[in-house]
């Protein structure tokens, strides 16, 4: 989880989290919000439910709309965007904490001339997500 932290630009999101169950299927706890995992995430973390877990994501795989997308949405305020040409640092504030997304400057432009501090939608890749043990650090998604 140490080298997984610091590789890229930006770094990944490592934000702490919980494995519940809802509804038959293991969900990872953002705050008070819960993001249902696949069927293959779900298979290699299912002797950890209900415990604390680490969760990461790269920003590049993390998703913004202003719409709720089909299934996994989960809601934060933008709170501010760094432009790097040809794309977008957006960072979103999620329960207590901040979240990165690496958005392309075409789908960036339109929300962020919306305006700041206001609710927009994410979701990530989950087959690009990580999920770690909050005692050994260890990878649970490989």
């Not at 973390?45 to 795989?61: A, D, I, L, M």
Request: proline fraction near 5%.
């Amino acid at each position: 989880m140490f080298v997984a932290g610091f590789i890229g630009a930006p770094e990944m999101n490592i934000r702490p989290s919980q494995l519940v169950e809802h509804d038959g299927r293991l969900h990872l706890t953002l705050g008070d919000q819960r993001l249902p995992l696949n069927d293959l995430l779900q298979s290699k973390v299912e002797t950890h439910k209900n415990q604390q877990v680490f969760f990461g994501v790269r920003p590049e795989f993390v998703s913004l709309s202003d719409e709720p997308f089909a299934e996994g949405s989960c809601t934060g305020e933008m709170v501010r965007v760094e432009n790097m040409g040809h794309e977008f640092f957006v960072y979103l504030k999620v329960a207590d904490y901040e979240l990165t997304a690496r958005v392309p400057s075409d789908e960036a432009k339109p929300m962020i001339e919306k305006g700041l501090h206001r609710k927009v939608y994410f979701k990530f890749d989950l087959n690009k997500c990580h999920i770690f043990d909050a005692k050994t650090e260890q990878n649970l998604s490989l």
